[in-house]
């Protein structure tokens, strides 16, 4: 009978290698499955982004599929259609990425059509509804070659087919079938976990029903059933999707700790926990504020090297107590099974191993849900048979009782220091650092702190208290924002200020300041020359809208990134390095569609221009 006492040591590990087998080879028959060319010469080439390559280069490779994991690059394909080109669709997956371009080009080279899809595109191309899982891009007939760029701030796995229309259809029904039958599982493990710990009081079914919830919204995401729906959503999708993700990783942790935390003697767990959790909030604020790239990267890294170090090491620790061990005993195997599958799939996507496809990733997501599931299954079974033998009702209601109360306490206290943990210190540094040799330079730190707060209040006040109509000078008021965002911009630039026709103008006074005030400071922080240009065109006519320019010379900004400048919290890449919080061109945009006004933005050369037309 000793053979059984080594199955049970090793069963863990028996599952581990069966896991990484089943999911390494079907990752592989996934990424090598034939594709029909269709008589089609397919090249692809990865490239640094904002980079052609050369049709004559020998950095292209044949094939319609490109595996690159997490890098700061993009790929190209170029196609060759043989003969009469008789190819209805381009599919390109998955179907997330950032933006996806298709040119075509007849015999002559000339361009015939262009398509632009993805969650930055700036105008989504019509023909969205076959778009879940997949961008459709249909062909000219009269094309003879097509190029395709590819940008991807996630994972960087293209995969090229060529379907016709009725193998469109087919596979779009049958997949969307299967699809909606994977949302119906989780989204009832959700609702069922959900219930169940409301109606057993138990932390663990929650944080489970909420972590299961966020994986039922990024696959609805990342299947990109929102766009196809509703193309002008693609903006929105996209961003959700990589908020969506990282935040995932925080309730997950957070799952497991509570599961844990009651059943082994781990000491280190609490703080890995905690450690996670706070490197995914950096991750989040990388993410919204700095470089969308960079936060994915540490985000899929943080996920792997947790889930990594909970099959390493949790089936070495001792459980809490017997009872305890033998709900462990039960669930050890399954768990361990789920986390390996985090591990394989955390790293697929940083680029080792065949990499995470989007079919696999409705697989994986099922898989987790149900094993999980079970896991808690179990593990609420045996809890429950215990809690018949513990105490009365009476004393859990006291213990209920104690802890409301200092839950109560704390969120009292939270609140209070919360209201004084930002203004009134600024207001003691201030005092303090008179005559201080260094005055200048906190002065100005503390210059930016408050611009920060201001900023945070000012988001929740927009449609209140921006209610004033009066007679408004604007070359004064230009002048005197000039002056006021000195105070928060140290850069040392000059001012000139043209005026023509007639410039008298009523309206919202207060409004115009805060909107000029931006505008200067944008201009003042991120100009390449020494002078912003200012003009105010009051137009020929008494009834002509005014129009303020401010204009200045900016580096490395792209047009695409100029249509994205007005999103909240959206910093363009050219500003790394540069403090800012990413809502100033935000608020002004708002300032102007609440008050009738209309905000362009325009980048020629290498002068951006920020036009306010305000309507007498």
Request: charged share 15%; net charge positive.
């Amino acid at each position: 009978m000793s053979y059984k006492r080594y199955y049970t040591r090793f069963k863990s590990v028996l599952l581990m290698l069966i896991a990484v087998f089943v999911f390494v080879s079907g990752q592989r028959m996934l990424q090598n499955e034939p594709v029909d060319t269709l008589g089609i010469d397919t090249f692809w080439v990865v490239h640094d982004v904002g980079v052609n390559v050369p049709d004559e280069s020998l950095l292209w490779q044949p094939g319609q599929k490109v595996g690159a994991g997490m890098v700061r690059k993009s790929a190209s394909f170029k196609m060759v259609f043989s003969g009469l080109n008789e190819i209805p669709h381009i599919s390109v997956t998955p179907a997330y990425l950032d933006l996806v371009e298709v040119a075509y080009f007849d015999q002559s080279g000339k361009l015939i059509k262009r398509q632009v899809k993805g969650s930055k595109a700036d105008l989504q191309a019509s023909g969205t509804y076959y778009d879940i899982d997949q961008l459709v891009f249909d062909v000219p007939k009269d094309s003879s070659t097509a190029r395709i760029k590819v940008v991807a701030k996630g994972n960087l796995n293209v995969a090229l087919t060529y379907p016709t229309t009725e193998q469109l259809i087919s596979k779009h029904t049958l997949g969307l079938v299967i699809k909606i039958l994977v949302f119906f599982v989780i989204f009832l493990v959700v609702c069922t976990a959900l219930v169940a710990g409301f109606w057993l009081k138990q932390t663990l079914l929650l944080v489970f029903g909420l972590h299961q919830f966020l994986w039922f919204l990024l696959l609805i995401m990342a299947s990109n059933i929102g766009p196809s729906v509703w193309p002008h959503l693609s903006h929105t999708n996209g961003l959700l999707l990589g908020v969506t993700s990282i935040i995932l990783v925080v309730t997950g942790a957070c799952f497991h700790w509570v599961l844990l935390r009651n059943m082994l003697v781990i000491r280190w767990l609490s703080g890995v926990v905690g450690f996670v959790v706070l490197a995914s909030v950096a991750n989040l604020v990388v993410y919204l504020f700095v470089d969308q790239k960079s936060a994915l990267i540490s985000s899929a890294s943080t996920t792997g090297l947790l889930a990594f170090g909970l099959v390493l090491f949790v089936p070495r620790r001792a459980t809490v107590d017997k009872f305890q061990g033998l709900i462990f005993k039960k669930i050890s195997g399954p768990y361990a099974f789920v986390m390996l599958l985090v591990v394989l799939a955390a790293f697929s996507r940083l680029g080792f191993g065949a990499g995470l496809q989007t079919n696999a990733l409705y697989g994986f997501a099922l898989v987790t849900g149900m094993v999980l599931g079970q896991v808690l299954w179990v593990r609420t079974t045996i809890l429950q048979r215990r809690q018949l033998k513990m105490a009365s009702k009476a004393v859990r209601l006291s213990l209920a009782n104690d802890k409301l109360s200092r839950d109560l306490a704390e969120q009292a206290a939270l609140l209070s220091m919360l209201s004084h943990e930002i203004k009134t210190p600024l207001t003691t540094l201030s005092f303090c650092t008179d005559d201080s040799p260094q005055q200048e330079q906190i002065d100005t730190q503390l210059a930016h702190i408050r611009n920060v707060v201001d900023k945070v209040e000012l988001m929740g006040s927009l449609s209140t208290d921006f209610e004033s109509f009066e007679a408004v000078y604007l070359i004064d008021l230009i002048q005197n924002q000039w002056h006021e965002s000195s105070m928060t911009v140290v850069e040392d630039h000059l001012i000139k200020v043209t005026s023509s026709g007639n410039i008298n103008f009523v309206g919202n006074k207060l409004a115009l300041e805060v909107i000029v005030n931006y505008l200067l400071s944008n201009a003042r922080k991120y100009a390449t020359n020494d002078t912003v240009l200012v003009t105010v065109d009051g137009g020929s006519t008494e009834h002509a809208p005014v129009l303020v320019q401010v204009q200045n010379e900016c580096e490395k900004l792209s047009p695409l990134s100029v249509n994205l400048l007005t999103d909240k919290y959206y910093r363009a890449p050219n500003v790394m390095g540069v403090r800012g919080t990413g809502l100033g061109l935000w608020i002004v945009n708002n300032l102007c569609t609440a008050n009738g006004y209309v905000l362009s933005l325009h980048l020629q050369d290498k002068v951006f221009t920020a036009t306010v037309r305000l309507k007498r």
